[in-house]
């Protein structure tokens, strides 16, 4: 089958979260199960700066935008370590900035008319570049126009109307709603702007119009899937998807383990273990990440951290709140990697100042710090208010760093709460928690650090995680069967 992903982020391009990682990887592992997928996406500034290798294609091509006509070129490259093509869509007015969405906190104003170029552009590129599509799988709210046009401009055009469209669902907080008046940007017709499709509460939504438009939807876990027909997950769209319940799936997304292997990781030098190893390999990268955080370098204390974006969607509060009370009277240590929202920046660099001997944070960036945290930490923090899918956890378990998590979206399907049960039967993973209170966390993180005190159970807890298979190729399988399914719904309403 031959697959379109339209995304505005795939890893080593560009990434700003598991989008990146997403369109990075289950291109390839479907590449591997014989499909022929290629992915198409901005040409950001990020891009070029990736070092990737990047050619002209030569084929220009024009848009109408309102009034307008903005003209653009495709670029082609790569998926590294695959023959998955690439295409960019270059334009430098709308792509060339520092960032992909926007900058210290605000959106470019201009996103409608990016986004609405970009979606035109994926359809362009299917005529002009030849890309036999049989499907175009559109992610986010970035790509929720491009079902619409399926549906409206371009629905008797061949070779469109014989295309039938997914789209994914990353994350519904993030929208794409515009102020009404943008509906002409787009030139679709202003009979699509009702209540059932682009119009969201007076404005043009992207979100609602892939949501509305598409073949079929889905999101990233089956917990999400579920947890987002109602409020407050919803997001004020449950309407919008209890419509398309009948078409709406969960497909957990896979860790990348090319990327993500303990066993492997050129940035653990000499470090590296496996799950036969990690007695002897793990509490060696915990020292080093000790001595490169500046922490005391003591194997007895349990090593808790976090990584992702500062955001109060990953529970940053709840961190802040917890480190600050378990500092006072714990040993315990705490290493916290992220960027994101100011007020977190200055509560964390706070923290750090005043506890230079039990927190370490930094406040950046940093792929390979990310790698060294997941593999020298023992247990890793995701107190998320709401979680898609979630990586962080399955990289922790497969680096056999504990994950400590709410329970929510993915991170309820993947990990395995440690009760005397489950830990008896071997089947506990980790440490997950309901309510959204810091004593609900506190007390999860009171259980996992018991449980580290009596090292047969926390190695076994650790080895059952890490025999875990969270990868790719599963997820891979089963967006294969529902793009099968998806075309096959495509054609018959074509038919009828
Ligand atoms: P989300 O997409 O909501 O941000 P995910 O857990 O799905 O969350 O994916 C986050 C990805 O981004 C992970 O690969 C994580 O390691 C990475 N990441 C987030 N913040 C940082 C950071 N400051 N440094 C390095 N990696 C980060």
């Known amino acids: 089958m031959n697959i379109l992903f339209a995304t505005a982020e795939a890893v080593p391009f560009c990434k700003t979260g598991g989008l990146g990682d997403v369109c990075g990887s289950l291109p390839r592992e479907l590449a591997k199960l014989g499909h022929q997928p290629t992915v198409i996406l901005p040409a950001f500034r990020h891009v070029f700066d990736s070092g990737a290798e990047i050619e002209p294609t030569g084929v220009t091509f024009q848009i109408p935008i309102g009034q307008k006509m903005v003209q653009g070129q495709f670029l082609r490259s790569q998926l590294p ?29 201009d996103n409608c008319e990016r986004f609405t170029f970009f979606s035109r552009a994926v359809l362009e590129a299917v005529v002009s570049l030849d890309l036999g599509t ?25 070779p469109f109307d014989q295309i039938a469209s997914l789209y994914t669902i990353h994350n519904l907080a993030y929208q794409g709603n515009f102020w009404h008046w943008d ?74 383990y090319g990327d993500w292997n303990p066993a ?42 976090a990584v992702g974006r500062l955001a109060d969607q990953k529970g940053f509060d709840l961190i802040a709140r ?27 660099g706070q923290m750090a100042e005043e506890f230079p001997q039990k927190i370490a944070v930094r406040l950046e960036f940093s792929n390979e710090l990310a790698h060294r945290i997941e593999a020298g930490a023992d247990m890793f923090l995701m107190p998320s208010q709401y ?11 497969k680096y056999g760093t504990v994950p400590v998590v709410r329970s929510t979206g993915g991170l309820a399907d993947t990990v ?55 990868s790719w190729r599963r997820s891979a399988q089963e967006y294969a069967e529902l793009y099968q399914r998806t075309c096959a719904h495509a054609r018959q309403e074509v038919l009828s």
């Not at 979680?387 to 378990?397: A, F, I, K, V």
């Open 134 to 158: 049989d499907i175009l799988h559109c992610h986010d709210w970035c790509a929720g126009l491009i079902p619409a046009y399926l549906k409206t401009l371009y629905r008797d055009r061949a």
């Open 264 to 305: 492997t990781d050129s940035f653990l030098g000499e470090n590296t273990y496996d799950v036969e190893t990690f007695e002897i390999g793990k509490p060696a990268c915990k020292a080093a990440l000790q001595a490169e955080m500046g922490l005391p370098v003591n194997a007895d204390i349990p090593l808790l951290a």
């Open 416 to 470: 395995v709460d440690a009760t005397p049960q489950s830990i008896a039967e071997g089947t506990a993973t980790g440490f997950t928690f309901g309510e959204y209170t810091s004593l609900a966390f506190s007390d999860a993180i009171s259980r996992a650090c018991g449980l580290y005190a009596s090292k047969p159970a926390w190695l076994q807890l650790i080895k059952t995680g890490m025999q875990q298979d969270w």
């Open 183 to 256: 509906m002409v940007l787009t030139g679709i017709d202003w009979k699509h702007f009702n209540w059932r499709q682009m119009e969201f509460y007076g404005n043009l939504s992207f979100m609602k119009s892939g949501i509305a438009f598409a073949d079929a939807v889905s999101t990233v876990s089956p917990t999400y899937a579920r947890e987002i027909m109602r409020p407050p997950l919803s997001c004020g769209l449950e309407g919008a998807l209890q419509h398309r319940r009948e078409e709406l799936f969960g497909i957990l997304n896979g860790a990348d």
């Open 322 to 348: 917890v480190m600050q009370q378990w500092a006072k009277q714990s040993d315990a240590q705490w290493v916290i990697l992220g960027t994101g929202d100011p007020k977190y920046h200055q509560v964390f």
């Open 81 to 109: 370590g695959s023959d998955v093509p690439v295409y960019f869509v270059e334009q430098p007015e709308y792509f060339d900035r520092p960032e992909l969405y926007g900058e210290e906190g605000e959106e470019y104003r």
């Open 387 to 397: 979680e898609p899918c979630g990586l962080n956890q399955l990289y922790s378990l």
